[in-house]
């Protein structure tokens, strides 16, 4: 998903597959969700706001969350502090969350993706996939340091990042949810709620496995581990090899394009990559191989738009996808079938949450839980 320090993956609505939004028509029908009408795109980008800069330091706090230990301002391995939340639990009789709980998080989750259908073009769930996807996508595989365990993007100078323009929005949406559900860190929190909003979004189901830790500003990763839009296939590999993904898995994970827009407030881009941006399909890689693409001319940075409708846009790593001789079959299966990339962004999806995650339980510890849609 190449949204980075550039580029990002706007929120919008998961609509029914059969509606369709005002500025252009649907070309590629896909299975869609059962939830409210939505409206067409916004005209304008939400007005941006800062990041949270508050600063957790000085003093260790212990607070237990689906077997998690939280600490802040302390030097504890993220296993240590498992293996002592888990043994404090235990010996103390504390709340042990169960999956019913956490399906009360994901029902708390999609309530409020209905109920607050005024932002963007009418949903948080692609900001919410790409809070989920900015967390986990630090990881390097090297050092071990980075990914979703922490949300360290809750500090500066994380939170700053030119890549994390505009989550605050999706950090302020799931707020009320961390205080109704206290038990949660907000690393499973973000990763919870980004399975979410791909579900209620019409996309595959994506297993979420619990016990990632929050983390204080320390342990905050640097600028420029997360792709940049306005690059090529050479940068899309270094990015994304760093945190052990292979050429396919690459492809796969761009397809979270189907989603979102880009806003010249955060990354200078502008525009929708289909028609259909507020449900999962595989549209992105049809669109790629069927529209004709021109280079857009404009004040902002390069990028491409449609010759027939002049509405969406591909970003320069987007059309890496196609020169590429790697990548371009993959593109090519994809775009002939929505079940092969459904069932590949479930399982790419599950390793970029999980990426450098210490779990003290096993894969059998997954859970899908229940969609509403």
Not at 9 to 20: C, G, I, K, M, V
Not at 161 to 176: C, I, M, S, T
């Amino acid at each position: 998903m190449a949204t980075a320090s550039r580029t990002v993956t706007r929120a919008l609505r998961s609509t029914p597959a059969t509606s369709a939004l005002k500025t252009a028509p649907r070309r590629f029908a896909g299975q869609g969700p059962k939830l409210h009408p939505r409206r067409g795109y916004a005209s304008e980008a939400p007005k941006p706001s800062g990041n949270n800069t508050i600063l957790y330091g000085g003093i260790a706090a212990v607070l237990l969350g689906g077997g998690a230990y939280f600490t802040f301002g302390s030097k504890t391995s993220p296993e240590q502090a498992a293996k002592a939340s888990s043994a404090a639990g235990a010996k103390n009789g504390v709340f042990t969350p169960s999956k019913e709980d956490y399906q009360k998080v994901y029902d708390a989750v999609a309530q409020k993706l209905i109920d607050e259908d005024d932002y963007d073009d009418g949903s948080y769930g692609p900001v919410l996939l790409r809070l989920g996807w900015h967390a986990s996508g630090t990881y390097d595989l090297e050092t071990g340091t980075g990914g979703s365990n922490g949300a360290t993007m809750r500090f500066a100078p994380e939170g700053d990042h030119g890549a994390n323009a505009g989550l605050k929005a999706a950090r302020d949406f799931v707020e009320p949810i961390k205080e109704q559900f206290p038990w949660i860190t907000y690393s499973d929190l973000w990763i919870l709620s980004a399975c979410a909003a791909i579900q209620e979004m019409g996309g595959p189901d994506v297993p979420f496995r619990p016990g990632r830790q929050d983390r204080d500003v320390s342990f905050c990763t640097p600028d420029g581990r997360l792709p940049d839009g306005a690059k090529g296939q050479d940068h899309l590999r270094g990015i994304f090899y760093r945190m052990g993904f292979n050429d396919q898995e690459i492809v796969a994970l761009s397809g979270a394009h189907a989603l979102g827009r880009c806003h010249t407030d955060r990354s200078g881009f502008e525009g929708p990559w289909t028609f259909s941006p507020i449900t999962l399909t595989n549209d992105y890689y049809k669109l790629l191989l069927e529209e004709k693409w021109s280079w857009r001319k404009w004040n902002g940075p390069k990028q491409l738009q449609d010759v027939g409708s002049k509405t969406l846009m591909m970003l320069p790593t987007d059309m890496a996808l196609l020169k590429d001789k790697s990548f371009r079959p993959v593109v090519e299966k994809y775009a002939k079938s929505q079940e092969d990339f459904f069932a590949d962004f479930q399982k790419v999806l599950v390793k970029l949450f999980e990426l450098g995650v210490p779990f003290t339980s096993g894969e059998d510890a997954r859970m899908v839980l229940k969609r509403t849609a």
